[in-house]
């Protein structure tokens, strides 16, 4: 099995100091209401609302705060849930970077966006300059110390998991938007802890980097770029060794 990816250990305490600077509420209320708009306020009849709504539990959003999210995106609340944008470009290095944005107003994203980029010595890209570099996925990872790998695997290949990878001290379990639930559930049912579940975008081939500054430059890029509040993911396609992680940490 393939080593386990390390930006996705990023991301996930990058989600830590997001949730103490309050802003994963508000983000995660428009990802809510896009969802809702699209496939309706029911849970049930709709995975990727149901895939949210975890999502927010697992940060202890409120549960009003989810039905008023819900609610704006089915129109009981009245005014409008946001639009998806998505803009592509490349970090110094050539590393490619994917910015998904919800916004109500798309000039004001677009000037935003575009400053940042400016700032940090990036470059913006057409469409489909970099979109094509990441494939959407499931993404789970459970501890290696929670469970044999043997039975992690049983579990996740039995509920339709693509592929379990092994690294040093997680698993990291694939699966296609659409199975990713049916993945959580059966972990759940068979009781194997989850560190962290999302339906992310993941880069086909990352760079890695190795020089420290040029590794503190993107991720405070990357950070810059999520700082923005219309801004919901930054996906990247590089990776770092060990060591620049633990000087990160």
């Known amino acids: 099995m393939a080593g386990h990816s390390k930006w996705a250990n990023i991301k ?5 100091a997001d949730a103490k600077r309050g802003k994963v509420f508000s983000k995660i209320a428009k990802e809510i209401s896009v969802a809702a708009r699209i496939g309706g306020g029911d849970p049930g009849a ?4 149901r895939t949210i709504i975890q999502k927010a539990r697992s940060v202890n959003m409120p549960a009003d705060n989810i039905d008023r999210a819900i609610k704006k ?18 970090a110094p ?15 004001r994203t ?12 990036g470059s913006l890209g057409s469409t489909g300059s970099t979109a094509r570099l990441f494939d959407r996925k499931g993404l789970i990872t459970v501890a290696r110390d929670a469970v044999s790998e043997d039975r992690l ?43 962290q579940s999302e339906v992310t975008m993941l880069p086909l081939e990352t760079t ?18 999520e700082d923005l509040d219309d801004v919901q993911s930054v996906y990247a396609a590089f990776d770092l060794n060990d060591e620049l992680i633990a000087g990160m940490e």
């Open 12 to 16: 996930h305490r990058k989600g830590a």
């Open 46 to 49: 709709n995975p990727t609302l």
């Open 73 to 90: 995106g089915t129109g009981e609340a009245g005014g409008e849930a946001p639009i998806e944008v998505f803009y592509e470009g490349y």
């Open 93 to 107: 290095g050539g590393i490619a970077l994917l910015v998904q944005c919800l916004t109500d107003n798309r000039n």
């Open 110 to 121: 677009a000037a935003e966006v575009r400053f940042v980029f400016s700032r940090h010595n």
């Open 153 to 195: 695997i049983e579990a996740c290949l039995e509920a339709g998991a693509d592929d379990v990878q092994t690294g040093d001290t997680e698993y990291e379990i694939h699966t296609s938007p659409s199975d990713f639930m049916t993945v959580v559930d059966a972990l759940a049912a068979a009781e194997i802890p989850i560190q």
């Open 208 to 225: 890695e980097v190795t020089d420290r500054d040029a590794a503190e430059a993107l991720v405070k890029f990357i950070e810059a770029l």
